[in-house]
């Protein structure tokens, strides 16, 4: 597999450091709110980098951290009346509701701030005993200048980032360069914790280093996340790190692009901001999963009712041909014909067509197109009916690729007909055999407009999901 690494800024072939268990880290929210589609984008991608380097027989140990500590979360304590503590833990929860949504595993390990802070304290004393940082009236400051490779990542040069860099009044810092790694508490009311320089809190930078450390080793694999975190945020998980460890951080960086709301940046102030929260009510999460995946992960992406409503149209007609293959499966009869066992055998080609395009740097859309190919002939050959074997093979393939990708889950997996869906098919059965023509076909137009059409078959009745 070859993956693209902002640090060199070239595809290069992963080899991970250890075979047995690959090793990534994933920055993960802040937990003060809803997370939006932005943050919905990173979550998606690099939980199918996981289930493929998986479904490629490795063991991977996926950290992914709950930011729970920070001037967000205070903030929004404050405007409810609350304890940060509380606000932090519900929107730990409400993650949990929209990640299963979107189908993206719980991680590994979801360490949070909170339950890190001794070794948070000690990693920054660490740095102040070997001359990276320090303290500065109860805040703690890393000094950039002193590691020689700053900017490594982010292509910045130092000079660059001098000339931009200011110094706030109320700043202790013998630099403008340097950052935090502890904030003093300045109201009663913050979060704060005992440490060598007071009471105090850690700044944002810090904490990642220390999680990754503490729960994968001094170099990982894999460290990912959006664009937006390349600088300063990774840039200074790295001079930290390296300064404490003396090693690489991590081997390999991967940045998913940004996503722009009908062309436009996403802005709380144009009104353009979502909430996946918000997406849910118009749209499965299935949907939003498989647009978020419709493009490669590095390129930006447009958000859109226009491309949300192409996305849901071919994910339907994808779930058009897995059910097709379901019912061909459970009502055909017979093993493979010899015409069905060339062809099949010619089906086969698509699994390395799938893994060509996701060994190319997680080429997720290019995987989606090789599955609409798979689909196209198999369509092909089963458009006169199919064995039950072939039937089933073919449905095997096409769910074995998709699993990789997260999407076209079985209905037990992903909750099953709607309940009022169900209700409405059961009564328009009742109505058919009551004779009832005139409500049945009544409902049969309810369901067409939720995008449910039903086909009546000499072995019952199909629900098919179909365009609007």
Same mark, same amino acid.
């Given at each position: 597999? =070859? +993956?693209? /690494?902002?640090?060199?800024?070239?595809?290069?072939?992963?080899?991970? @450091?250890? *075979?047995?268990? !690959?090793?990534? $880290?994933?920055?993960?929210?802040?937990?003060?709110?809803?997370?939006?589609?932005?943050?919905?984008?990173?979550?998606?991608?690099?939980?199918?980098?996981?289930?493929?380097?998986?479904?490629?027989?490795?063991?991977?140990?996926?950290?992914?951290?709950?930011?729970?500590?920070?001037? =967000? +979360?205070? /903030?929004?304590?404050?405007?409810?009346?609350?304890?940060?503590?509380? @606000?932090? *833990?519900?929107? !730990?929860?409400? $993650?949990?509701?929209?990640?299963?949504?979107?189908?993206?595993?719980?991680?590994?390990?979801?360490?949070?701030?909170?339950?890190?802070?001794?070794?948070?304290?000690?990693?920054?004393?660490?740095?102040?005993?070997?001359?990276?940082?320090?303290?500065?009236?109860?805040?703690?400051?890393?000094?950039?200048?002193?590691?020689?490779?700053?900017?490594?990542?982010?292509?910045?040069?130092? *000079?660059?980032?001098?000339?931009?860099?200011?110094?706030?009044?109320?700043?202790?810092?013998?630099?403008?360069?340097?950052?935090?790694?502890?904030?003093?508490?300045?109201?009663?009311?913050?979060?704060?914790?005992?440490?060598?320089?007071?009471?105090?809190?850690?700044?944002?930078?810090?904490?990642?280093?220390?999680?990754?450390?503490?729960?994968?080793?001094?170099?990982?694999?894999?460290?990912?996340?959006?664009?937006?975190?390349?600088?300063?945020?990774?840039?200074?998980?790295?001079?930290?790190?390296?300064?404490?460890?003396?090693?690489?951080?991590?081997?390999?960086?991967?940045?998913?692009?940004?996503?722009?709301?009908?062309?436009?940046?996403?802005?709380?102030?144009?009104?353009?901001?979502?909430?996946?929260?918000?997406?849910?009510?118009?749209?499965?999460?299935?949907?939003?999963?498989?647009?978020?995946?419709?493009?490669?992960?590095?390129?930006?992406?447009?958000?859109?009712?226009?491309?949300?409503?192409?996305?849901?149209?071919?994910?339907?007609?994808?779930?058009?041909?897995?059910?097709?293959?379901?019912?061909?499966?459970?009502?055909?009869?017979?093993?493979?014909?010899?015409?069905?066992?060339?062809?099949?055998?010619?089906?086969?080609?698509?699994?390395?067509?799938?893994?060509?395009?996701?060994?190319?740097?997680?080429?997720?859309?290019?995987?989606?197109?090789?599955?609409?190919?798979?689909?196209?002939?198999?369509?092909?050959?089963?458009?006169?009916?199919?064995?039950?074997?072939?039937?089933?093979?073919?449905?095997?393939?096409?769910?074995?690729?998709?699993?990789?990708?997260?999407?076209?889950?079985?209905?037990?997996?992903?909750?099953?007909?709607?309940?009022?869906?169900?209700?409405?098919?059961?009564?328009?059965?009742?109505?058919?055999?009551?004779?009832?023509?005139?409500?049945?076909?009544?409902?049969?137009?309810?369901?067409?407009?939720?995008?449910?059409?039903?086909?009546?078959?000499?072995?019952?009745?199909?629900?098919?999901?179909?365009?609007?």
């Amino acid at each position: 597999m =070859k +993956i693209y /690494n902002t640090l060199t800024r070239k595809k290069e072939e992963f080899v991970p @450091i250890d *075979e047995n268990e !690959i090793k990534i $880290y994933v920055c993960g929210p802040t937990v003060y709110n809803y997370f939006h589609i932005g943050n919905a984008r990173p979550f998606v991608v690099f939980d199918t980098l996981r289930k493929y380097l998986t479904y490629r027989g490795k063991t991977v140990k996926f950290v992914q951290n709950f930011t729970d500590v920070d001037d =967000k +979360i205070i /903030n929004k304590a404050r405007e409810e009346g609350v304890k940060a503590g509380e @606000i932090s *833990e519900k929107y !730990i929860e409400e $993650y949990y509701k929209d990640a299963k949504a979107l189908n993206v595993e719980k991680a590994s390990v979801h360490p949070k701030v909170t339950e890190n802070m001794t070794e948070i304290i000690d990693f920054v004393q660490e740095l102040i005993d070997k001359g990276y940082a320090y303290e500065a009236g109860g805040d703690v400051y890393y000094s950039t200048r002193k590691f020689n490779d700053y900017g490594k990542l982010s292509k910045q040069n130092i *000079e660059d980032l001098e000339a931009g860099a200011r110094i706030e009044v109320e700043e202790k810092k013998q630099d403008p360069l340097d950052f935090a790694l502890w904030k003093a508490q300045k109201t009663d009311d913050e979060l704060a914790w005992k440490s060598p320089w007071g009471l105090g809190r850690p700044g944002w930078h810090i904490e990642c280093s220390v999680m990754s450390t503490k729960y994968l080793g001094e170099t990982i694999d894999i460290h990912a996340g959006g664009q937006d975190l390349t600088f300063p945020h990774h840039e200074n998980e790295i001079a930290q790190t390296e300064a404490h460890t003396g090693k690489p951080f991590a081997n390999y960086w991967m940045h998913n692009g940004y996503i722009t709301i009908d062309n436009e940046k996403m802005s709380k102030s144009k009104g353009n901001f979502f909430t996946v929260r918000d997406i849910l009510k118009d749209y499965d999460g299935e949907i939003m999963r498989f647009f978020l995946l419709s493009g490669h992960y590095r390129s930006p992406i447009n958000f859109s009712r226009e491309l949300m409503e192409q996305a849901k149209n071919a994910l339907a007609r994808m779930q058009n041909a897995k059910n097709n293959l379901k019912h061909l499966a459970e009502k055909g009869e017979g093993r493979l014909t010899d015409r069905e066992k060339t062809a099949y055998e010619e089906l086969l080609k698509y699994r390395e067509k799938f893994i060509d395009a996701m060994d190319d740097d997680l080429n997720t859309a290019d995987a989606i197109s090789v599955i609409f190919e798979l689909i196209k002939d198999i369509n092909t050959v089963s458009k006169d009916g199919a064995t039950k074997e072939f039937a089933e093979k073919c449905l095997s393939l096409l769910d074995e690729l998709t699993a990789v990708l997260g999407i076209l889950r079985d209905k037990e997996e992903s909750g099953g007909i709607d309940e009022e869906i169900q209700k409405l098919v059961d009564e328009r059965q009742a109505a058919r055999k009551a004779k009832d023509f005139a409500r049945s076909d009544e409902i049969r137009d309810i369901l067409k407009a939720k995008g449910i059409t039903l086909e009546d078959t000499p072995q019952g009745v199909r629900v098919v999901l179909c365009k609007n």
